[in-house]
Nanobody
Framework: QVQLVESGGGLVQAGGSLSLSCVGW????????MGWFRQAPGKEREFLGA????????YYADSVKGRFTISRDNAKNTVYLQMNSLQPEATAVYSC????????????????WGQGPQVTVSS
């Protein structure tokens, strides 16, 4: 079992950048695929991207491809989300996720996920 704790949210102006971190506590995160999703008020969760257990391959949603980057450091049990060119519609709670099966993260049927920090993008 793993507990995921994110950090790094906050307020940023449109066009700006923000970086999030997610630390896994408990079972080592190298045994899980990991990724990120977000949820805006009144909307369903939206998959952003995921990386395989080794971190050598990453898959992104079309909506963030080229602007968001996911990386992981298994020695630190940490996964990162670098977000660039943020726009107001990116305002949401951002959460990281872990699952033994990569595909489950893509379709958001998750084993573990964090509560996520709020990211607010002002216009």
């Amino acid at each position: 079992q793993v507990q995921l704790v994110e950090s790094g949210g906050g307020l940023v102006q449109a066009g700006g950048s923000l970086s999030l971190s997610c630390v896994g506590w408990g079972r080592t995160c190298s045994t899980y695929a990991m990724g990120w999703f977000r949820q805006a008020p009144g909307k369903e969760r939206e998959f952003l991207g995921a990386t395989i257990k080794s971190g050598s391959s990453t898959y992104y949603a079309d909506s963030v491809k080229g602007r968001f980057t996911i990386s992981r450091d298994n020695a630190k049990n940490t996964v990162y989300l670098q977000m660039n060119s943020l726009q107001p519609e990116a305002t949401a709670v951002y959460s990281c996720a872990a699952d033994e099966t990569f595909h489950n993260i893509v379709v958001l049927t998750l084993q573990y996920w964090g509560q996520g920090p709020q990211v607010t993008v002002s216009s």
